[in-house]
Structure formats: structure tokens, C-alpha cells
């Protein structure tokens, strides 16, 4: 009787397989036209947090391939099956289930930088205008609990002004990766753990604002116009929805 061949083996969380990151790099650099600028922002070691605004589909891989780091995003559960779940695996990716506030996910992220590595969100939660006008909590609470620095990223350029059908850029459209600079939050002595959390939303919101309004200024590329936004990314994550509850 043959014996059944063994299974293969899925890396862990922020730790992928080199052939990911090299198709990552095939599509950003092949499939499209990509600039990446900034990439000198990304700490070579320790800890980091990318927040990156999200207006397409191809965010994510494209991101992936073209960060100077290995990056384990925060990716929806449903992304998980067939030929793309088990690519995502293999890249080392993070399973999320947006229907409530997931521990595991995020201990899996507190996990990642806590051995030194880089994790990303999408702190828009899904696809919209990629203005990051909408930022939602789960990253400001990751990065109060990690102390990780938070390197906010602008992805231009994947659908313009009066497209309409927003899947997939065509092939060979210059797209721009702004990587910004690095910025802590920080809670202050004696501030309520709902406060805290609030006001590193904010400032998440404000830092991830200005850096794509100063991205599209400097790659001279608009955001598309404002359409109805599919659900791909991190769901909003209160502070009661974290592990722990409200701190």
C-alpha cells in the first residue's frame, strides 16, 4: 500500500514561504508598473505596524510583495478557501472573522510583533475612496497593546476619477506604495481605556489623512471617485470587542 504523501507544511503567521513574496513582487512589478516610495520609513528590524488606506482589490497582494519586510496582514476569513486561501496561508497571512471581534486574529497579530516582526491593517475596514476618511479602531488598539511604531502607507493609483466596476486595475497602470514616517501611539498616565483608545483612532486617522493627501500631492495621482465599498478587510473593533475588553 503507498503510503499518503506527507502534508505540507504552512508557516506561521508574518513568516512566508519565499515564493509568495517573489509573485507578490512579480505582480506589482510585472503584472502592473509599480513605484514604491519611502520604503527607507520601514524599521529594517523590531516591531512595526503598516496601516494602509484600501480603495482596490489588489492592495493587499501588491502591498505584500512590495514591502521592504515580510508583512502578515489582517485578511477576511472568506479570502481563506480554494486556490487563494491556501496562497494566502503560505504567505503567512491572518484569517479574520469580521462577524465579531476575533482574539485569536489579533493575539496572533500581538503575537507576530511581539517575536519582531511586521504586521499590516487596513484600518479603513473595506474598499471605499482610499481617502482614509473611515478608521477603524482595531489597529489603534493593536498598537496601544504592542507599543509597536505604526508606518502609515498610501496605495495610489489602481482606479481613477469616473471608473466604474472597481475590480482589478489593468495590466501596466502605474501604481504608487507611499510608505511614510513611523509614528508611536502612546497611552497617557491616567486615561480611561475607552478614551485612549479613542483618541489613538484619531490620531491613526490623522497621521494615514495626511500622509495619502501628501502622497496623491507628490505621485500627482486622485483617488477614485466615492462608490459603494465591498467588504474586504478589517471589520470595526471596539475596545469591548478586544481581548480583554476595555483597558
Not at 466615492?226 to 478589517?234: E, N, R, Y
Amino acid at each position: 500500500m503507498t503510503p499518503a504523501p506527507a502534508p505540507v507544511a504552512v508557516p506561521r503567521a508574518g513568516r512566508p514561504q519565499p515564493w509568495t513574496k517573489a509573485l507578490g513582487r512579480f505582480l506589482a512589478h510585472v503584472v502592473w508598473s509599480s513605484t514604491v516610495h519611502g520604503a527607507e520609513n520601514v524599521p529594517a528590524t523590531g516591531p512595526v505596524l503598516l496601516a494602509s488606506n484600501h480603495a482596490s482589490l489588489t492592495d493587499g497582494p501588491l502591498l505584500f510583495g512590495v514591502a521592504p519586510r515580510d508583512v502578515a496582514f489582517l485578511v477576511k476569513k472568506e479570502m481563506f478557501d480554494g486556490p487563494v486561501g491556501w496562497a494566502l496561508l503560505r504567505a503567512g497571512q491572518i484569517p479574520i472573522d469580521r462577524s465579531h471581534g476575533d482574539r485569536d486574529a489579533l493575539q496572533t497579530v500581538l503575537r507576530v510583533l511581539s517575536e519582531g516582526g511586521a504586521a499590516g491593517v487596513f484600518p479603513e475596514g473595506t474598499r471605499g475612496r482610499g481617502d482614509a476618511a473611515s478608521v477603524r479602531s482595531g489597529i489603534a488598539w493593536i498598537a496601544l497593546q504592542s507599543g509597536a511604531p505604526v508606518v502609515p502607507v498610501a496605495c495610489l493609483g489602481a482606479h481613477r476619477p469616473g471608473e466604474r466596476g472597481r475590480t482589478a486595475p489593468p495590466p501596466r497602470r502605474r501604481l504608487h506604495y507611499c510608505f511614510g514616517e513611523p509614528f508611536t501611539v502612546v497611552k497617557e498616565p491616567g486615561v480611561p481605556g475607552r478614551a485612549a483608545l479613542a483618541a489613538a483612532v484619531e490620531q491613526v486617522r490623522d497621521k494615514l489623512s495626511a500622509h495619502v493627501l501628501e502622497s496623491m500631492r507628490r505621485t500627482g495621482t486622485p483617488l477614485p471617485d466615492d462608490l459603494d465599498a465591498a467588504g474586504l478587510g478589517l471589520r470595526e473593533l471596539a475596545s469591548d470587542d478586544a481581548t480583554g475588553g476595555p483597558r
